[in-house]
């Protein structure tokens, strides 16, 4: 039977090794040895089971600055999302939140240095404090 196991978001930048230390100082992942190991041309990241990979590009990448599309959305479970916020936007300027969407899923936003878009969520019991999504 065919199974699908994993999804990997690619995400071009312009310098990896920046993009690399990004990842793993703020969000806590880290390079991959194994089926993509990390060279020149790529880099596997992974915390628990979620994986990024990240490709140099020759060029800038075109963003629409205006645009509040994601790029990478992340999952997370343990009840800690608050906790990663905190460190996280101790050294990352957050592009929005924290905030309840309709759904019951808190989420925030942060941008990467090629200005990628990365919302990171969890569905917290306690969620005193933080504001409801305007919609």
């Known amino acids: ?16 090794p920046r993009s690399i230390a990004w990842y793993r100082d703020h969000l806590g992942f880290q390079p991959v ?38 790029d990478v959305y992340i999952r997370v479970v343990g009840g800690e999302l608050i906790a990663l916020l905190d460190q996280a936007r101790r050294t990352a300027p957050l592009v929005r939140g924290p905030e309840v969407m ?8 942060l941008q990467d240095p090629d200005g990628h878009r990365v919302c990171l969520a969890e569905r917290l019991t306690d969620v005193r404090g933080i504001p409801q999504a305007v919609t």
Do not use: K, N
Request: glycine content about 4%.
């Open 1 to 16: 039977m065919l199974r699908f196991t994993a999804m990997v978001p690619v995400l071009r930048v312009t310098d990896l």
């Open 33 to 70: 040895e194994g089926p993509f190991p990390s060279s020149d041309h790529r880099c596997l990241l992974r915390r628990d089971e979620a994986e990024i990979m990240l490709r140099p590009s020759a060029g800038l990448i075109a963003r629409d600055p205006r645009s509040s599309a994601w």
């Open 102 to 109: 309709p759904d019951g899923e808190v989420e925030f936003e």
